[in-house]
């Protein structure tokens, strides 16, 4: 899977995706959007927080960028945090303009933040478990927030938007 338009596919759902996914959560009190809902961070905020979390980290990582020790919680404030994601996603979407077939063949090592092993595996599957991790969370985000009734609406990437 190391085709470079299947990651311009994928940046631009996730743009997509959490465009859609901010616009519902504003319309949540802050305390709605920071309560213990039982989700595996707990809250929608501290979920889109290590949303954030993980593609600074990844991007930092496969861009031999040093990688602050960010933390979880980036942001407490939600307007503040909607705009880093904001620039994470136009960052994303550079970046990803950046990738051809060869530096997503080659293999990248790193040290995992949270069990200190050492890995070496190929680029397009540490590209690919970027977008499958945000799509994972963001629907943990969508539950919270069908919980809460408020609908999303299709988050398939069928119906991702033709540019």
Known sequence: ??????????????QWM?????ACCAQLSDGDRKADRGAFFKSIHATLNHLLYGDRVWVCR??????PNLGQDLYADFDELYQARTEMD????DWVATFTPAWLAQSFEYTSNIDRQVRRLPIWLLVTH???HQTHHRGQVTTLLCQLGIDPGPTDLPWLPLV
């Open 18 to 22: 959490n465009g859609k996914i901010y």
């Open 130 to 132: 970027l977008f499958n």
């Open 90 to 93: 136009t960052a994303l979407i």
């Open 62 to 67: 496969l861009s031999h960028q040093p990688c």
């Open 1 to 14: 899977m190391n085709h470079p338009d299947y990651y311009r596919t994928m940046v631009r759902y996730n």
